[in-house]
T-cell receptor, first 112, second 113 residues
Framework: GENVEQHPSTLSVQEGDSAVIKCTYS??????FPWYKQELGKGPQLIID?????GEKKDQRIAVTLNKTAKHFSLHITETQPEDSAVYFC???????????FGTGTRLKVLA | DVKVTQSSRYLVKRTGEKVFLECVQD?????MFWYRQDPGLGLRLIYF???????EKGDIPEGYSVSREKKERFSLILESASTNQTSMYLC????????????FGPGTRLTVT
């Protein structure tokens, strides 16, 4: 079955710097890759997603890139702000299923 | 906006008790999910329901059951709570096969003593 690995598990950056979180997946047929942000005491919220027919997607300071050949996708946050501090999860949606397979999460700390 | 609510934010139960966790969504979504979140393990799927009265096991269904009698409500049941079921439980919903996005509730932190 599908397996998703996420790195790093923790990441500290200075305010204004960029942050990159990487995920790899095992099922080459997976076709949808969302990223979730979870703030303390809250449920995960979808921040950006990408489908397998697209290589890159951007939304203001957040971007996601997908390399289907290498089976990895990455979250890029530019000009980080303290409010970006949270746990970020990647996920993959195997074809023909309802479910997501989640990575283990990255705790991002943005230092003011 | 999609709203997914969970009946309790914090819950403390004793070993052997029967525990009910309730989830309600207000967007007429077809699919609903229960996940368990543990540090270092991410989110793991317990059960999901693709329609009323329909359910399928996820990756870690042992010790849990579910009920979906109405479209908007999905319940997770711990038949006999054990200490290894202490965790954060997250409910999610999705519109249906035409949509990929899952929307999560705020979570219920369950402690079994």
């Amino acid at each position: 079955g599908e397996n998703v690995e996420q790195h790093p598990s923790t990441l500290s950056v200075q305010e204004g710097d960029s942050a990159v979180i990487k995920c790899t997946y095992s099922d080459s047929a997976s076709n949808y890759f969302p990223w979730y942000k979870q703030e303390l005491g809250k449920g995960p919220q979808l921040i950006i997603d990408i489908r397998s027919n697209v290589g890159e997607k951007k939304d203001q300071r957040i971007a996601v890139t997908l390399n289907k050949t290498a089976k990895h996708f990455s979250l890029h946050i530019t000009e980080t702000q303290p409010e970006d501090s949270a746990v970020y999860f990647c996920a993959a949606n195997p074809p023909g299923t309802y479910k997501y397979i989640f990575g283990t999460g990255t705790r991002l700390k943005v230092l003011a | 906006d999609v709203k997914v609510t969970q009946s309790s934010r914090y819950l403390v139960k004793r070993t052997g008790e029967k525990v009910f966790l309730e989830c309600v969504q207000d967007m007429d979504h077809e699919n609903m999910f229960w996940y368990r979140q543990d540090p270092g393990l991410g989110l793991r799927l317990i059960y999901f329901s693709y329609d009323v009265k329909m359910k399928e096991k996820g990756d870690i269904p042992e010790g849990y059951s579910v009920s979906r009698e109405k479209k908007e409500r999905f319940s997770l049941i711990l038949e006999s709570a054990s200490t290894n079921q202490t965790s954060m439980y997250l409910c999610a919903s999705r519109a249906g096969t035409a949509s990929y996005e899952q929307y999560f509730g705020p979570g219920t932190r369950l402690t079994v003593t």
